[in-house]
């Protein structure tokens, strides 16, 4: 019996070692993320063909690093309290980015903020009574501003979240309960 069991240990043993045995071979499910990364050399038999659609080019990789990388996602996690430009950037390495505000009288589509002068919705209970709790919860306004990324005859589309604040002093009556 103790024979069997040492047997049957060196045999996993190998067999282990033969399934971990290294080839050149990369594995075909891997697709590198830098285009040039790709192997072109057809002679090389360590090369496996990879769909080329698959890989993602250097211009579209260009309009993902202007969209991560430019700065216009600077204001999207907090309250705007200001007039002014957010100062989006229109172009990034090559990439020219356009903006369209759907509430431009709030955003403009150059990216200048012009608080408004009445909340967005009050905050009261469904009785109409206002409630400590819910006090500036509903005030600001939500302003979606559509991005397009052009580079090189590509096109990348985004959206970005803005939250204004309205002007100090509004009056919040249209919500009645």
């Given amino acids: 019996m103790r024979k069997l ?4 240990f060196i045999m996993l043993v190998l067999f282990s070692l033969i399934a971990c045995k290294s080839d050149k071979t990369p594995d075909p499910s891997i697709i590198p993320t830098d285009p040039t990364q790709v192997p072109t050399d057809s002679t090389d038999p360590t ?4 769909d080329p659609t698959l890989v993602p080019d250097s211009a579209f990789l260009r309009l993902i690093q202007a969209e991560d990388l430019s700065g216009m996602k600077s204001h999207m996690n907090s309250v705007i309290r200001f007039d002014g430009s957010l100062n ?6 090559g990439v020219v980015i356009t903006y369209v505000s759907r509430v431009p009288d709030i ?3 150059d ?3 012009t608080r ?3 909340c967005w919705i009050e905050s009261r209970d469904q009785q109409g009574l206002s409630r400590a709790e819910f006090e500036g919860l509903n005030d600001n306004w939500p302003i979606v501003v559509d991005v397009i990324l052009e580079y090189q005859g590509q096109r990348r589309t985004a959206k970005l979240l803005f939250v204004v604040a309205p002007r100090d002093g509004y009056t919040c ?3 009645l309960g």
């Fill in 173 to 175: 009556n249209k919500y």
């Fill in 116 to 118: 408004p002068n009445e």
């Fill in 107 to 109: 955003i403009s589509h």
């Fill in 88 to 93: 989006l950037p229109t172009e990034y390495q």
């Fill in 111 to 113: 990216g200048i903020v």
């Fill in 5 to 8: 069991i040492t047997f049957m």
């Fill in 47 to 50: 090369v496996v063909p990879t």
